[in-house]
């Protein structure tokens, strides 16, 4: 049983989905306060500020042997936003963030995004990756990750999906089978 039950990661839910070039067009990584990322989209939701910051699902055996499960952020410390000057104000104000990067190639980010999204959807177990990963380009060619394209690497005799985040030079992993990637 979650100690808290998950809470909704992305608002609205067709923020990913929305075409380029509205006027609330700009995006903004707002980097958070130690462990402020879930505060922060909880104060955001009810002021109708559109954002993202994946979360993901980590089980852990407590000291008394129960497994107990919580969901984090997979990007420590970081939310984004979309909105405008107004919205990004109202944002800072809410008292969760440190400081407040804007996003200059809106269209990559809004990619990455969404492959991260649809990694995080699939419900395989998503792990962090702090830093690029040296590895050949491919694309999942079957299953529920179907036209994902990333890096792949090999450790330990598994093969590793990540998909990065080029605005912040991090992203996610995902073990796949070596039977459903292509390599490009």
Same mark, same amino acid.
């Given at each position: /049983?979650?100690?808290?039950?998950? =809470?909704? #990661?992305?608002?609205?839910?067709?923020?990913? #989905?929305?075409?380029?070039?509205?006027?609330?067009?700009?995006?903004?990584? /707002?980097?958070?306060?130690?462990?402020?990322?879930?505060?922060?989209?909880?104060?955001?939701?009810?002021?109708?500020?559109?954002?993202?910051?994946?979360?993901?699902?980590?089980?852990?055996?407590?000291?008394?042997?129960?497994?107990?499960?919580?969901?984090?952020?997979?990007?420590? *410390?970081?939310?984004?936003?979309?909105?405008?000057?107004?919205?990004?104000?109202?944002?800072?104000?809410? *008292?969760? @963030?440190?400081?407040?990067?804007?996003?200059?190639?809106?269209?990559?980010l809004?990619? #990455?995004?969404?492959?991260?999204?649809?990694?995080?959807?699939?419900?395989?177990?998503?792990r962090? =990756?702090?830093?690029?990963?040296?590895g050949r380009?491919?694309?999942?060619?079957?299953?529920a /990750?179907?036209?994902?394209?990333?890096?792949?690497?090999?450790?330990?005799?598994?093969?590793?999906?990540?998909? /990065?985040?080029?605005?912040?030079?991090?992203?996610?992993?995902? @073990?796949?089978?070596e039977?459903?990637?292509e390599?490009?």
């Amino acid at each position: /049983m979650p100690i808290l039950a998950k =809470e909704p #990661d992305i608002f609205p839910d067709s923020l990913l #989905d929305q075409p380029a070039g509205t006027p609330d067009d700009s995006w903004f990584a /707002m980097y958070t306060l130690a462990r402020q990322e879930k505060e922060l989209m909880r104060k955001l939701r009810p002021l109708n500020i559109a954002h993202y910051g994946p979360l993901i699902q980590q089980r852990k055996r407590s000291p008394q042997g129960r497994i107990r499960t919580s969901y984090v952020p997979l990007f420590t *410390g970081y939310v984004f936003i979309r909105g405008d000057e107004v919205a990004r104000h109202n944002a800072v104000s809410t *008292g969760c @963030i440190s400081r407040c990067l804007p996003v200059t190639e809106h269209e990559e980010l809004i990619e #990455d995004l969404r492959r991260i999204r649809q990694l995080v959807l699939t419900g395989a177990e998503v792990r962090p =990756e702090p830093k690029p990963l040296v590895g050949r380009t491919a694309v999942v060619k079957s299953g529920a /990750m179907k036209g994902l394209k990333g890096t792949v690497t090999k450790t330990l005799s598994q093969h590793r999906l990540t998909v /990065m985040v080029n605005f912040m030079q991090q992203g996610a992993s995902v @073990i796949v089978d070596e039977a459903d990637v292509e390599l490009l």
